[in-house]
Every structure is written in structure tokens, then in C-alpha cells.
């Protein structure tokens, strides 16, 4: 069983609707951080998280650490909202991030 | 500042050929690692450094070297290329050990033939 679990793994929404990325781990973090990749492009940093909840734009990422549980949320979702969105926590002795394996976000027009 | 710059974008290998990806970053992090990123998997980690002079390995480092003769470089070399290294490579670094900001390159996508 892979370390760090995300749903779903393909999304399609339509312009404007409200979304949710899930991201499970099964071992103790110290952070976890949520990533965006286009088609093609390189990998962007979204958020980093230890605790509680962040907000950047139409952009939410809240944490449970007590349940092993993170949620990416987009507000009234845009088709330039289309990407891979990864999750990665910082955990173990070496202190590396591991990473999922990506939800396809695709919002159309 | 321009962050992580990963050079070539994209290259093409002959199995048995050698190259080196190219990563350098101008922030100043002791941090840096290389990934691979495999469809249908997550990025997995191939060699990371803590520090000019500081290698050490990551879940899959058969086939590659590295090294980190200076804080700003951290090169990758594929000693002898075989198919099962196509695939897409980042580089990324961080001030403090990913527990705080990530950054990545823009990737290298590498087709051994």
C-alpha cells in the first residue's frame, strides 16, 4: 500500500463548480505540501502544511493530523485550474518528501 | 531569481550512451534532490543532498550518480542509459529540508531508445 493515497484520480468539473482533492497517509508527518502541474510544465509549489488551514486566492488546503488527512478545495473553478495536483509529506528519519500519485484536474468552459 | 533551472528540457539517449542533467538553483538552499516521475506514479526519489559535499541515496538510485561540489549545482549522470530510464526528471530544493517551501525545476524529459 503506497504511503500517501489521493482521490480521486481523475476529475472532470464544469467552470465555476466547487472541488475537492483528497490526500491520505498512513504514516507521522512533519508537513505536507500540495503541488500543481500543467501539461508539459514543471511542478509548482501551492501550499505547505503542518497544521490547520491556508488560503491562497480561490485556493484552500486544510489538514487533520490526528485523522492522516489533507483536502485541497478550488472555489469557482476555472478551466486555467486544469492540472495535476500532488501530494507529497515530509516524513521519516531521512526527512524526504514522499509523493502521490497526482489527480488530473480538468475544468471545462 | 531564477529559482531551479534544469537543463536540457528534453533529450534523446541511445541505450549505453551517458549524459548529465544539468540542475541549478541561485536561492541558496542546502537542500536539492532529483525525482523521476513515471506515469501513473508518484515523483520517486533518486539521490538527494543536505549540503555542498553531501550525497547520499533515495528509493531508486541504480544507474545514476551524483554530486554537489558547490551549494548552487547538483547534477545527475546516467552512467550507461537503458530503456527503463525514460522518463521525466525534476530537480528541486529547499532552505530547510521540505519543511518549508518546495521549489522544482521545469523538468528534463529523457527518451532512451
Known amino acids: 500500500k503506497n504511503e500517501v493515497e489521493q482521490s480521486p484520480q481523475n476529475l472532470t468539473a464544469q467552470e465555476g463548480e466547487f472541488i475537492t482533492i483528497n490526500c491520505s497517509y498512513s504514516v507521522g508527518i512533519s508537513a505536507l505540501h500540495w503541488l500543481q502541474q500543467h501539461p508539459g510544465g514543471g511542478i509548482v509549489s501551492l501550499f505547505m502544511l503542518s497544521s490547520g488551514k491556508k488560503k491562497h486566492g480561490r485556493l484552500i488546503a486544510t489538514i487533520n493530523i490526528q485523522e492522516k488527512h489533507s483536502s485541497l478545495h478550488i472555489t469557482a473553478s476555472h478551466p486555467r485550474d486544469s492540472a495535476v495536483y500532488i501530494c507529497?509529506?515530509?516524513?521519516?528519519?531521512?526527512?524526504?518528501?514522499?509523493f502521490g500519485s497526482g489527480t488530473q484536474l480538468t475544468v471545462l468552459p | 531569481n531564477a529559482g531551479v533551472t534544469q537543463t536540457p528540457k528534453f533529450q534523446v539517449l541511445k541505450t549505453g550512451q551517458s549524459m548529465t542533467l544539468q540542475c541549478a538553483q541561485d536561492?541558496?538552499?542546502?537542500?536539492m534532490s532529483w525525482y523521476r516521475q513515471d506515469p501513473g506514479m508518484g515523483l520517486r526519489l533518486i539521490h538527494y543532498?543536505?549540503?555542498?559535499?553531501?550525497?547520499d541515496q533515495g528509493e531508486v538510485p541504480n544507474g545514476y550518480n551524483v554530486s554537489r561540489s558547490t551549494t548552487e549545482d547538483f547534477p545527475l549522470r546516467l552512467l550507461s542509459a537503458a530503456p527503463s530510464q525514460t522518463s521525466v526528471y525534476f530537480c528541486a530544493s529547499s532552505p530547510t529540508g521540505w519543511s518549508t517551501e518546495a521549489f522544482f525545476g521545469q523538468g528534463t524529459r529523457l527518451t532512451v531508445v
Open positions: 543532498s543536505v549540503g555542498a559535499g553531501i550525497t
Open positions: 536561492m541558496n538552499h542546502e537542500y
Open positions: 507529497a509529506v515530509l516524513s521519516g528519519s531521512a526527512r524526504q518528501l514522499t
